[in-house]
């Protein structure tokens, strides 16, 4: 394979992320090829809780504005629902969720209080220890899958090409340029590059010379057997986030994770007792007349997690034509917003709709290298007994 067969813009990465920006680059009519090393959405993208609510996002805007038009824009279903209800079980949980309401309420999103008759008629298996609830008129969900196979068909229909089971192993800078991308399929050629690999975007960075600070830490999911449709099937609270499936399944994760080290393991990880153990007590604590269903699957994903925890988005000074994108944990809900900054970071060098600033990497400047450490996030010597960081 030769460098010709490459693209106008190569993007190293086939989750949310990566596919969002192929797919608007493409509908602007340019060359696409995204290289995946196993198959899209077979990381976080494909296995999180499907929430799109960051009000604290510069994206946040364009996060609500996007969502509810993204099944006629791509074309495919990603079963989108507006709207979110917050439960809290306590004094603590209640000034969280008012903390980020009122964060909503300044950029002009509206949210109601719901007092405990309101928050069974809307999500009958809560019960009498919810303190109450808000129902917030913006955020919303999605299916985590559907959406990562929408942006996959959708970025296929303008002509940008997928190339599955392909490793980026090393990129060819030339006259502060990349130019070619290594894989274990031979070499693609590039006049754009776009790095967003989710945690293995930071070893890439490297390989253009940029150091970019990212923790992995693994978080589960558990899925229980189909329950009778809420009438609102995005609530969440109690450290979780999820959704009821349009199928009736309660979807959650949340609660505890454990920080890890990429290096040599096997990704996604496995599913450990602990972190399945903590999610189903929470998940029974929220919804105690859910506490008899049968949990059906569990599986486990990695995120990235940045010192800050915002995301990284950012065009390199140097080599000039390389965007890193990596999302630190709220990815999924950002993505159009997000592909649409990155698209335009690749054609025009600036987002034209936010200000990226506060995402690019010069926050981290000064960073001590032993930054891991100082915050506690280090992956425990014994994972099984006791590896799991605050919630
Ligand atoms: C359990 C869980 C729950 C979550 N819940 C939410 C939520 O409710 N809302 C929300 O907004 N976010 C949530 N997140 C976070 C969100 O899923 C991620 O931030 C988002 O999916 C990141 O997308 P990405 O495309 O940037 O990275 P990824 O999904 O990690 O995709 C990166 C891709 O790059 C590929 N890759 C890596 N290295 C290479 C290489 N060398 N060559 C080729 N390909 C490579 C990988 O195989 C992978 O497919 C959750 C995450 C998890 C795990």
Redesign the pocket.
């Known amino acids: 394979m030769s460098a010709s067969s490459g693209a106008e813009v190569v993007i190293?990465?086939?989750?949310?992320?990566?596919?969002s920006a192929g797919w608007w680059l493409a509908r602007a009519g340019l060359r696409v090829l995204v290289?995946?090393?196993?198959i899209?959405?077979?990381?976080?993208?494909?296995?999180?809780?499907?929430?799109?609510t960051?009000s604290f996002s510069p994206f946040f805007l364009e996060e609500q504005r996007l969502w509810p038009q993204m099944d006629e824009m791509l074309g495919y279903p990603t079963e989108y629902r507006r709207q979110r209800i917050r439960i809290a079980l306590n004094e603590v949980q209640w000034s969280r969720m008012m903390r980020s309401v009122e964060l909503a309420e300044r950029q002009g999103f509206a949210w109601q209080r719901l007092d405990r008759r309101q928050l069974r008629e809307l999500v009958p298996l809560v019960g009498d220890n919810a303190l109450g609830g808000l129902l917030l008129d913006y955020g919303g969900?999605a299916n985590?899958q559907r959406t990562v196979q929408a942006y996959a068909w959708a970025l296929q229909d303008h002509g940008g090409r997928i190339l599955q089971h392909?490793?980026?192993?090393g990129i060819t800078v030339r006259g502060g340029r990349a130019t070619e991308i290594v894989?274990d399929r031979g070499v693609f050629g590039c006049e754009a590059l776009v790095i967003?690999?989710?945690?293995?975007?930071g070893?890439?960075a490297a390989m253009v010379g940029a150091h970019l600070p990212l923790a992995p830490a693994r978080?589960?999911?558990i899925v229980t057997e189909p329950l009778p449709l809420m009438r609102h099937g995005g609530a969440d609270g109690n450290g979780l986030?999820?959704r009821q499936t349009l199928r009736g399944n309660l979807a959650y994760?949340g609660g505890p994770h454990e920080w890890i080290e990429l290096e040599g393991m096997a990704?996604p990880p496995r599913v450990v007792t602990p972190l399945f153990r903590h999610l189903a007590r929470r998940l029974t604590e929220l919804f105690p007349k859910a506490a008899h269903a049968r949990v059906i699957r569990s599986w486990a994903?990695?995120?990235?997690n940045t010192p800050d925890g915002r995301p990284v988005i950012e065009r390199l000074a140097e080599p000039g034509n390389v965007v890193l994108?990596?999302?630190?944990?709220?990815?999924?809900?950002?993505?159009p917003a997000s592909g649409r900054a990155i698209a335009e970071l690749v054609q025009h060098g600036r987002c034209l709709f936010a200000d990226v600033a506060p995402l690019s990497l010069a926050r981290f400047r000064g960073l001590p290298s032993d930054w891991r450490e100082r915050l506690g996030w280090i992956p425990a010597a014994d994972d099984e007994a006791g590896g799991i960081g605050a919630a």
């Open positions: 190293i990465g086939g989750g949310v992320t990566g596919l290289l995946e090393k196993g899209v959405g077979w990381e976080a993208s494909g296995r999180n809780g499907g929430g799109a960051h969900h985590p392909t490793t980026a192993t894989t967003a690999a989710g945690p293995q975007t070893m890439l978080v589960e999911m986030y999820g994760g990704t994903g990695i995120v990235e994108a990596t999302m630190s944990s709220v990815g999924f809900g950002l993505s």
